[in-house]
T-cell receptor, first 113, second 113 residues
Framework: DAGITQSPRHKVTETGTPVTLRCHQTENHRYMYWYRQDPGHGLRLIHYSYGVKDTDKGEVSDGYSVSRSKTEDFLLTLESATSSQTSVYFC????????????FGPGTRLTVL | KQEVTQIPAALSVPEGENLVLNCSFTDSAIYNLQWFRQDPGKGLTSLLLIQSSQREQTSGRLNASLDKSSGRSTLYIAASQPGDSATYLCAAGSTDSWGKLQFGAGTQVVVTP
């Protein structure tokens, strides 16, 4: 398995507070992704990165920002958390070959009260 | 915009029965079609990846087929076991160069002893 860790694994916060989730990989994969998973929706892409300091928006990017200052770390920030951002967040990496799959972290369960 | 659908949303079968999971997608311009398994509270684990030029892939008791012309993929699990109980998600690989995946909502499978 690819070495992908996410922190924290669980977080409860209040509406209006900023939250940062961290994804760390040890595989030196170029591409990294943040998804959210909600019942009935599968996984939806929030933001992705195709290199250090290179990021772009996904399908559901409103209210989220990302940063990638090192190959191994990809941060997801909720500037002002809302209850609609209560979800399970997954980070994934991809080495960049179409014959390769994406590798997923264990997820972070975020609850916004 | 690619839409990926998985029907049924849930499935319960007795041990030993063969499982057939369906995935449909609206845009046939895909790089690949991937199947993942997700256990409760865990991240996703890749099962099979079918390149757009391939018709099927096999791994042990698992076989996945791809028909781009009809926009369908099917995952077959032979001789199901209680350990096969999980949620199975399919994902269509985008033809852009960023490795993005469009996920279905998943099929939750329960195999009863």
């Amino acid at each position: 398995d690819a070495g992908i860790t996410q922190s924290p694994r669980h977080k409860v916060t209040e509406t209006g507070t900023p939250v940062t989730l961290r994804c760390h990989q040890t595989e030196n994969h170029r591409y990294m992704y943040w998804y959210r998973q909600d019942p009935g929706h599968g996984l939806r892409l929030i933001h992705y990165s195709y290199g250090v300091k290179d990021t772009d928006k996904g399908e559901v990017s409103d209210g989220y920002s990302v940063s990638r200052s090192k190959t191994e770390d990809f941060l997801l920030t909720l500037e002002s958390a809302t209850s609609s951002q209560t979800s399970v967040y997954f980070c994934a990496t991809w080495p960049g070959r179409t014959t390769d799959t994406q590798y997923f972290g264990p997820g972070t369960r975020l609850t916004v009260l | 915009k690619q839409e990926v659908t998985q029907i049924p949303a849930a499935l319960s079968v007795p041990e030993g029965e063969n499982l057939v999971l369906n995935c449909s997608f609206t845009d046939s311009a895909i790089y690949n079609l991937q199947w993942f398994r997700q256990d409760p509270g865990k991240g996703l684990t890749s099962l099979l990846l079918i390149q757009s030029s391939q018709r099927e892939q096999t791994s042990g008791r698992l076989n996945a087929s791809l028909d781009k012309s009809s926009g369908r993929s099917t995952l077959y699990i032979a001789a199901s076991q209680p350990g096969d109980s999980a949620t199975y998600l399919c994902a269509a690989g985008s033809t852009d160069s960023w490795g993005k995946l469009q996920f279905g909502a998943g099929t939750q499978v329960v195999v009863t002893p």
